[in-house]
């Protein structure tokens, strides 16, 4: 019984149980010794308690875990979004990809709009969703990470194996900024590969500041482009959003009256 166990004991199985990372268990032990009305709990009732304790802990690591994995390059949550129908972010349209369908159907989300109009944002609260409904997520800023590919094409192929081989492991990859820079040969070729690897197997999330009708133009070689599109609008999302920068100060302050409001 609690009830006639010492602090020093106490603190002795906290101390075995941190040793053995039951942190969860460990607390909730110290909130049941705390707690007067813990007293009339049974054993098994408060063995029961220490075990949903040390499960919902563990939840949260592996949770915050696979956000770290992620590399989301800016802290966004769905809790935070605003749905405005007049920037294009329909909730009904968010809700629905918020809760991981698209990914275990292995579709793709679209996200366009002018810069600064929250599509960054969008598609790492989405990814952060994903994470906590225990999928796989990698987030990738394109321009950067086919100079990588670029590098690795010039350096050795393993490694360029490795970083290909690790694309294809997420089940939901986020390509930021598509269209920021212009492609050359070699960059082409590579992320028509990863969208090839991932295609009906895994989903993607790309987003751009050009319109979906000139990603073909932007890709600027007429074979890849055709394939590259067919498999990205294949069964895609698209979301088209409207409306100034959100980092203009003045929006900016709006946004965040607003957040605070939610």
Known sequence: MLKHTNKTQLDQVIQALCALKLEGMADALSNQYDEPLNQDLSFLQRIEL????????????????????????QHATPEH??????????????????DGTFIRKNHNVLITGATGCGKSYLACALGLSACRGDFKV???????????????LNVASASYSKLRSDLIKPDLLILDDFGLMPLNSKQRHSLFNIIEDRHGTKSCIITSQLPVKSWHDHINEPTIADAMLDRLLHKAHRIELTGGSMRKPEAMESFIAEAADF
């Open 50 to 73: 220490m075990i949903v304790r040390e499960h919902n802990k563990s939840d949260t690591r592996k949770i915050h875990a696979a956000i770290k994995r992620a590399g989301f390059r």
């Open 138 to 152: 990698k987030y990738l800023h394109i321009p950067s990470e086919l100079e990588q590919l670029d590098f690795s």
């Open 81 to 98: 979004l605003i749905y405005d129908e007049k920037r294009g972010i329909n909730q009904m349209q968010i809700m629905a990809l918020l």
